[in-house]
């Protein structure tokens, strides 16, 4: 199989799709905490809590779709401890992020070694199934590339409208924005810029937690040490990428997992010839490429990592 061949196969694109589903709901989540003026760095740590959280719901007995809500309102928790340091208490949007990031996957971790002690193995869960769409599915190429996904998989691409709907049509969506570009604006409106930061940040947190939990209720059936692996990095790359457009980021999500799914078929035609680790590196090479190609025209919020205070001016 040759280069085009790999790129006119529907398995191809397949893989592509499913690759993007965590990455959407964590760009979208980075988003919207960043149009509202916080840089949000803990998304690595909100991911590894949300792909914990989720699988650890199921392997009690949960069902998968309270399973999804369960990741939410994790990450919306953690989403609250960094609003409360970085909005409400104004201290480093950086020093904040890691922070969560290190304690969340800390604690996700000790979590799963406590409760399983003794397991050398992790144990399986049965996840999201493929949903065909009825007769769409019977489809040649388009059938096996676009409609034979999870539920979760689905959502992750229908959420793009709603969060652009949210965005740019709802009056809060437009306070959102101001929060990011001007919040003393906001104030003299009469409207909280705190309340309105903190509950961004809840939600783009919410949905980073989701996007880890489609990684161990959808893509996979168990919850592994490292499983993240950076997408959550990737997530705010895609952002910048994205001009923090939600269709942008769609966009840029769908790329790095073309870049991704490609690296692995390239992987198994010269992978006796070529060390694997080189296509391992290459969606994140290409991606920092592409990120600081666009990133020079990029209008990133004016607000951004600047703390309010009322009666401060920025």
Not at 82 to 90: D, K, P
Not at 266 to 281: C, D, E, R, T
Request: net charge positive; aromatic share 12%.
């Amino acid at each position: 199989m040759d280069i085009l061949d790999i790129l006119i196969s529907a398995s191809f694109w397949a893989a592509t799709i499913r690759i993007a589903c965590p990455l959407v709901f964590a760009t979208l989540g980075e988003l919207i905490c960043e149009r509202a003026g916080v840089l949000n760095l803990g998304i690595e740590g909100i991911m590894t809590a949300g792909a914990m959280s989720g699988w650890l719901w199921v392997f009690n007995g949960g069902d998968l779709i309270s399973a999804v809500f369960f990741a939410a309102f994790v990450g919306a928790i953690l989403g609250l401890l960094h609003a409360s340091f970085t909005v409400s208490l104004g201290l480093s949007q950086h020093v904040t992020g890691i922070g969560i990031t290190l304690l969340a996957s800390s604690l996700s971790y000790f979590i799963i070694k406590m409760l399983l002690p003794a397991s050398t193995a992790p144990p399986k869960i049965t996840p999201f199934q493929s949903l065909d769409i009825p007769v769409l599915s019977a489809l040649p190429f388009l059938g096996e590339a676009l409609f034979s996904h999870t539920a979760l998989t689905y959502t992750a691409f229908l959420i793009v409208p709603v969060i652009m709907y949210v965005l740019y049509r709802t009056p809060w969506g437009l306070a959102v924005r101001i929060a990011g570009e001007n919040p003393v604006a906001l104030e003299a409106q009469g409207i909280n810029v705190i309340s309105v930061r903190t509950l961004a940040v809840m939600l783009g947190s919410a949905l980073m937690a989701v996007g880890g939990a489609s990684l161990t209720i959808s893509a996979f059936d168990a919850f592994y040490f490292g499983m993240v692996n950076g997408r959550g990095w990737i997530c705010i790359a895609l952002v910048i990428f994205a001009s923090w457009r939600p269709g942008k980021a769609l966009l840029g999500a769908l790329l790095f997992a073309g870049l991704d799914a490609f690296q692995v078929r390239m992987q198994q035609q010269v992978g006796a010839y070529i060390p694997y680790q080189f296509f391992l590196m290459l969606p994140y090479v290409l991606s920092i490429v592409a990120m600081i190609i666009v990133a020079r025209r990029a209008e990133y919020p004016k607000a951004l990592l600047k703390p309010y205070r009322r009666g401060e001016r920025l």
